[in-house]
């Protein structure tokens, strides 16, 4: 994972910076609790939604944050999603599990499941603009990871993981955001095929 603190770290930043004390946050596809952790140590009064489909998954969260106030759900991205409203949604390394269409249906969902300037993060994979790109960032992320001591077992079973994902460019992301009803959406950080993109649900536009 290239520049681990700053991707995670991004997305934390801007959820401190939007949201009031004790929020209601949803961490879509939480999966070990890792961007909730960054996010619960800055703010801490925050209460956080972990939503997963894997039961290990969420074993594995409410352990690493049982000092925060958590409710786990584990159910998909394709059932309704959890009682809101929410200040913050995010999300991480797990949208691009979907199809564009089930990404972008999803978007209005969090857009609805959102209070008037809450915030949605979605801090994932990206496709570049185009293939070639694409081939570029794989070869940088790999350069990385081995510098960071990823073998060849390790990295060939992330090669398979990743032959099933979807992903799509940032422009896809961030105009399905706007069309979602969301506003001000940009990319607060970028690495390779890395980014942390975020909009907000406006009161007034």
């Keep these: 994972m290239p520049d681990f603190d700053a991707f995670y770290g991004t997305a934390a930043t801007l959820v401190e910076m939007t949201i009031p004390e004790g929020a209601r946050i949803l961490d879509l596809g939480c999966g070990t609790g890792i961007l909730s ?22 074993d594995v969260a409410q352990t690493r944050l049982q000092k925060y106030s958590i ?12 009682a809101g409203p929410f200040d913050a949604i995010i999300s ?15 978007f209005h969902r969090v857009s ?35 510098e960071l001591g990823t073998d060849d077992v390790e990295w060939t ?27 001000r959406c940009d990319t607060f950080f970028r690495r390779f095929g890395f980014a ?5 649900k406006l009161s007034t536009q």
């Design 37 to 58: 952790e960054f996010i619960l140590s800055r703010s801490p009064s925050a209460e956080m939604t972990l939503l997963d489909q894997s039961a290990e998954m969420l």
């Design 71 to 82: 409710t786990a759900v584990q159910g998909s991205f394709d059932e309704a999603l959890p």
């Design 92 to 106: 991480s390394l797990a949208i691009h599990h979907l199809s564009d269409e089930k990404k972008a249906r999803l």
């Design 112 to 146: 609805e499941a959102l209070v008037s300037d809450g915030i949605f993060i979605n801090a994932d994979q990206v496709a570049g603009p185009t293939p070639w790109h694409t081939d570029v960032y794989r070869a940088m992320h790999e350069e990385q990871a081995r």
């Design 157 to 183: 079973a992330a090669l398979e993981r990743m032959s099933i994902d979807q992903y799509a460019t940032i422009d896809w992301h961030l105009a399905r955001f706007v069309e979602a009803g969301l506003s």
């Design 196 to 200: 942390v993109m975020a909009g907000w």
